[in-house]
C-alpha cells in the first residue's frame, strides 16, 4: 500500500504493457458480466481515460477492455467480495503458480468429481495470507459449480451446488497471463461502494455496475454477497453518483431499465442497450431485456 498525501492514496504508475498482449477476458463466469454489452457501450466511453474506478469490479470484463484501449489508465478496482479481490491479487501477482494449483484441482476432481467438488467447497475458511490456494480455489468452484453462479449463505460461506460440466476448463493460459499484465500497477481493494465513489475527484472516469433492481420478484440475482443490496442501497448509490459528478467525475451507471431506476437518475443522460440473459434456471426467462445505461458529468 502506498503512502497516503493530502488524504488521498497515491497511485502507482501504470507499468508497460508490452503491445503485442491480447484483449484479456473475465477468467471468472460472473452474473451480469458485461462482456456482452461492450460492442453498445464503446460509443459512450470517453476518448481518454487516466484515472478509472470500478466500484462492483465482479467479472471485470469493462476493465479489461479499457484497459486494452488505454494501456496507460491508472485503476483502482474494488467489490465487496474479498474472495473475488483475492483473485485478482493472485492474478495479478501469481499466475504461475496459480495455474499450477489450478492444474492439481482438475486431475483430483477427474478422480471423484462429486467428493471433490464439496471437499473443494467445504473449505470456507482458508488462511488469509494463502492468496493463491483461496484463489484457485474460488476459480474451481466457478468453473465446476452450477450454472457459474458465486451465491453465498448468511455466514457468507459459498453454497452453490456442483454443476454438470463434461470436461470444464479451468483456465486459459494466454488469458490469465494476459489478465495478469492488465492488473499490473493496479489497485485491489475490498471495499463498499460508498467509500470508492467518494475517492472520485474530477476528471476521473468511473463505470459503476452495481447488484441490479429486480424487474420481477424472480427475475434478480442480488446475492453476490451476504448484505443485500435493497432500495436503500440503490437510493444511496445514485446519491453518491450524483456527488461524483458535481465534483467532475466522469460517470457511467448499469441496471435494469424500471420506472425506479428512471426516476433515481432523472436529470441524467439514459441510454438504453440490449442484453441476452444466460443465466436463469428457468430456460423461458432466458432472452434478450433493456437495461439502462446512465450517463453522467461531462
Ligand atoms: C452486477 S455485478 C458486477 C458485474 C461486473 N460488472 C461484470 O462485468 O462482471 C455486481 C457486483 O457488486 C458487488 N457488490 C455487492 N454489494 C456491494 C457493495 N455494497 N459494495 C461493493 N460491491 C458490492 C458484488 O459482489 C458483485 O461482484
Known amino acids: 500500500m502506498r503512502a497516503r498525501r493530502n488524504g488521498q492514496l497515491e497511485f502507482a504508475n501504470a507499468l508497460e504493457v508490452p503491445v503485442a498482449m491480447p484483449e484479456a477476458q473475465p477468467f471468472l463466469k460472473w452474473v451480469g458480466g458485461k462482456a456482452q454489452l461492450l460492442k453498445q457501450f464503446d460509443r459512450l466511453f470517453p476518448h481518454q481515460i487516466d484515472r478509472y474506478f470500478e466500484p462492483f469490479i465482479g467479472g471485470g470484463a469493462v476493465f479489461f477492455h479499457l484497459k486494452h484501449r488505454f494501456p496507460r489508465m491508472r485503476a483502482r478496482l474494488c467489490d465487496i467480495n474479498d474472495e473475488l479481490i483475492n483473485t485478482y491479487q493472485a492474478v495479478r501477482d501469481f499466475p504461475s503458480e496459480l495455474m499450477q494449483r489450478l492444474d492439481e484441482h482438475l486431475t483430483q476432481y477427474n478422480r471423484d468429481r462429486e467428493r471433490y467438488y464439496y471437499l473443494v467447497r467445504s473449505q470456507h475458511h482458508l488462511p488469509r495470507n494463502e492468496i493463491v490456494e483461496r484463489a484457485a480455489r474460488m476459480i474451481f468452484l466457478n468453473k465446476t459449480c452450477f450454472n457459474g453462479l458465486w451465491r453465498v449463505n448468511a455466514r457468507g460461506e459459498f453454497n452453490v451446488p456442483i454443476g454438470s460440466h463434461k470436461n470444464p476448463a479451468l483456465y486459459d493460459r494466454t488469458n490469465i497471463l494476459a489478465a495478469s499484465a492488465a492488473l499490473h500497477g493496479v489497485e485491489l481493494t475490498t471495499r463498499d461502494f460508498r467509500d470508492t465513489l467518494m475517492e472520485t475527484q474530477a ?17 434478480n440475482f442480488t446475492s453476490y454477497a451476504k448484505e443485500d443490496f435493497g432500495v436503500a442501497e440503490q437510493q444511496e448509490l445514485s446519491a453518491q453518483v450524483a456527488a461524483a459528478a458535481r465534483r467532475g467525475a466522469r460517470l457511467m451507471l448499469s441496471n435494469s431499465d424500471v420506472p425506479f431506476v428512471r426516476n433515481l437518475y432523472r ?32
Open 267 to 298: 436529470g441524467f443522460t439514459i441510454h438504453t442497450v440490449s442484453a441476452r440473459r444466460a443465466i436463469n434456471r428457468d430456460g423461458a426467462k432466458r432472452g434478450a431485456v433493456n437495461e439502462v445505461l446512465v450517463c453522467a458529468g461531462d
Open 203 to 219: 476528471g476521473d472516469f468511473v463505470y459503476v455496475d452495481p447488484p441490479y433492481v429486480p424487474v420481477s420478484l424472480t427475475a
